[in-house]
């Protein structure tokens, strides 16, 4: 099979050929405020080796974390930040034996290196190229709108797949919900986004530690558009402009985790969803995988403090209320298997050729317990090209577009892949997991809008019993080459392409 995509990206779109751009622990309760940096290292610890960052878990209470703080300075470390209540410290150190030390420390239960290169200033990194939408196109998909339609929404056949067309005659979504987009970072001066954009919602966590500065969500120049397109997907308004979101009347806010060079690090991950769990996030979309590591293994013992991490602070967002979304990737791997070869990892420095077992060596965030997990589809309703899958790992589809070699759309669409913004006010195709991924965020958006007391649980409840369920159909040939590409194990109410079905908006605005 000619898959669409040839290697792993990080954030979970596909690469050029789609011309796109790229995928526990104890919770304690309370409020999880992040510490001023104030430790130093000891004079007397190495300090000649390169400065990688860390994460330290610890057992939950001020206490304990105090007297880990002290230890980390004693073996060499900074620290950055310090989330009290999830028992997660972010530490920087140049001490070559910084993570076997810490972890002999008294109250420190994990602790791992987030990276395998130093910290330091990277450069941008083109990460995919997106179709722009031309002149042309506009002009005539303005011509098709139909009363009540927004011009470019013609060309958004991933509207009426989930049934949202449909559902916008009865609700938008209410104001009272946000959605953050944890991401690359999101234009909140396009004209689609601007009137949903929750800017106190918003923040940037690329160290690891909350910054709040005017416009820090945004991506700079030359960075990634990823994120702008996950937000338009979700909630661009309904204005007589340009495209509309999924639940169009609903609040985005941008939560800005990834660095310029497109790597999204375990402390940034932790500070997104610590940050959405105290700043009134209903809903987080993830279309990513958090770097170096495709897979992270537990027995590992870096690796496994960085699935502690993310864990804690994704359930503890959860405790919050907030229900957490997140894209399945684009390798088309099988992720109920007990054996899948990872050559791209750690994504960083230099990879090596590894096998692991996803059940011990998760996907994070997307494979981490109570995260809702997205399969991708195409414009025919069949699981993507490229979409992972696997039964019991897949929790729900939708659209996240297509090669119109394999999916092609009905007219006046007549591009497979999903339309959505980009910076400076423009709009362009994508397609990936990344983009199914935020079409279920909005259908959570709009079922806690219809119902605004109900819990995380409740909501995720929801969109899995509303879902449309899709049966594995014939043999998935989905090149039409005698070949069979995937195997789909399941029945029709639930299986590994498509989990419980594909999300139904129109069932989430009704009473």
């Known amino acids: 099979m000619a898959h669409l995509a040839s290697r792993r990206t990080r ?52 206490g304990t974390v105090k007297q880990v703080r002290k230890a980390i300075s004693a073996a060499g470390g900074t620290v950055v ?18 993570g076997a030390t810490i972890r002999k420390a008294k109250g420190v239960q994990s602790a791992g290196a987030t990276r395998t290169s130093p910290i330091a200033p990277a450069a941008t990194k083109d990460i995919g190229v997106e179709q722009p939408l031309t002149a042309a196109q506009a002009q005539a998909a303005s011509a098709d709108a139909a009363a009540g339609q927004d011009p470019l929404e013609p060309l958004q056949w991933d509207l009426p797949a989930i049934k949202a067309d449909q559902a916008h005659k009865k609700s938008l979504g209410s104001s009272k919900v946000t959605v953050a987009v944890i991401d690359t970072g999101v234009d909140d001066t396009h004209p689609d986004l601007a009137p949903n954009f929750d800017r106190g919602a918003s923040v940037n966590c690329v160290s690891g530690a909350p910054d709040t500065t005017d416009g820090a969500w945004r991506p700079a120049d030359g960075e990634s558009d990823h994120g702008t397109h996950v937000a338009g997907t979700i909630a661009a308004a309904k204005n007589g402009t340009g495209i509309t979101g999924v639940a169009p009347g609903v609040k985005v806010s941008g939560i800005k985790v990834s660095t310029p060079a497109g790597l999204f690090y375990t402390e940034a991950v932790v500070c997104g969803f610590v940050w959405a769990a105290e700043h009134g996030v209903d809903v987080t979309n993830s279309s990513y995988y958090t770097d170096p590591w495709l897979f992270n293994c537990k027995n590992d013992p870096d690796q496994g403090a960085l699935v502690e991490a993310v864990t804690r602070a994704t359930r503890y967002a959860e405790r919050k209320g907030v229900v957490n979304v997140a894209a399945a990737g684009n390798s088309d791997h099988d992720l109920a298997l007990d054996a899948i070869e990872d050559s791209t990892s750690p994504d960083d420095s230099t990879p090596v050729t590894r096998t692991v077992d996803p059940s011990a060596c998760p996907d994070i965030p997307t494979m981490l317990p109570g995260v809702v997990t997205v399969s991708a589809t195409g414009a025919k309703n069949l699981k993507s090209s490229y979409s992972n899958y696997g039964l019991g790992v897949i929790d729900v589809a939708a659209p996240g577009g297509d090669s119109t070699r394999y999916q092609t759309p009905e007219a006046p669409a007549d591009n497979g892949l999903i339309l959505s913004t980009l910076p400076g006010g423009r709009f362009g195709y994508k397609a990936g997991t990344s983009m199914a991924s935020p ?43 005698g070949t069979v590409d995937a195997v789909c194990e399941g029945g029709k109410r639930y299986n590994g392409f498509y989990g419980a079905g594909i999300v139904d908006a129109l069932d989430a605005v009704r009473k």
């Open 11 to 62: 954030v979970l779109t596909l690469p050029v050929g789609l011309a796109l751009t790229a995928s526990l622990g104890f919770l304690p309760t309370g409020t999880a405020a992040a510490a001023p940096a104030d430790e130093q290292p000891a004079a007397q610890v190495r300090t000649d080796g390169p400065e990688l960052s860390y994460v330290v878990n610890t057992r939950a209470g001020h």
């Open 81 to 98: 930040t310090s989330y009290d209540t999830i028992g997660v410290i972010v530490v920087h150190s140049q001490n070559p034996d910084f």
């Open 439 to 481: 079409h279920v965020a909005g259908v959570a958006a709009l079922i806690k809008s219809t119902h605004p007391h109900a819990s995380s649980a409740a909501v995720k409840a929801l969109l899995t019993l509303q879902a449309d369920a899709t049966a594995c159909g014939e043999p998935y040939d989905i090149d039409g080459d």
